[in-house]
C-alpha cells in the first residue's frame, strides 16, 4: 500500500468522486488498521444519522480536492 495513490488526476467527475470515496474509505482504515474492530463499531455508526452527514462531508472535502487537482474537468473541455 505504499504507492496507492500515484496523482489526483481522473479523467471524469464520477472517477473522482470514486477516488473521493475511496480516499476516506483508505483514511479508516489507516485510523483504526484493525479489521475486526472496524467490523464491531460498523452497526453504532450505520444507523446513526449524523456519522453517514460526517461521512458525506469528508467525501466532500475529498471531491472539491480531486476537482481542484483536475482543474474541475479541465474547465468543461
Given at each position: 500500500?505504499?504507492?496507492w495513490l500515484p496523482t489526483l488526476v481522473?479523467?471524469?467527475p464520477s472517477e473522482g468522486y470514486d477516488l473521493a470515496v475511496k480516499l476516506a474509505r483508505i483514511a479508516v482504515k489507516k485510523t483504526?488498521?484493525?479489521a475486526a474492530e472496524r467490523?464491531?463499531?460498523r452497526p453504532d455508526y450505520a444507523g446513526d444519522a449524523d456519522s453517514l452527514i460526517?461521512?458525506?462531508q469528508v467525501v466532500a472535502t475529498?471531491?472539491?480536492t480531486i476537482a481542484a487537482a483536475n482543474d474541475y474537468?479541465?474547465?468543461g473541455t
Open positions: 500500500m505504499d504507492n481522473t479523467a471524469t483504526q488498521p484493525d467490523e464491531r463499531m460526517a461521512v458525506s475529498n471531491f472539491a474537468w479541465r474547465a
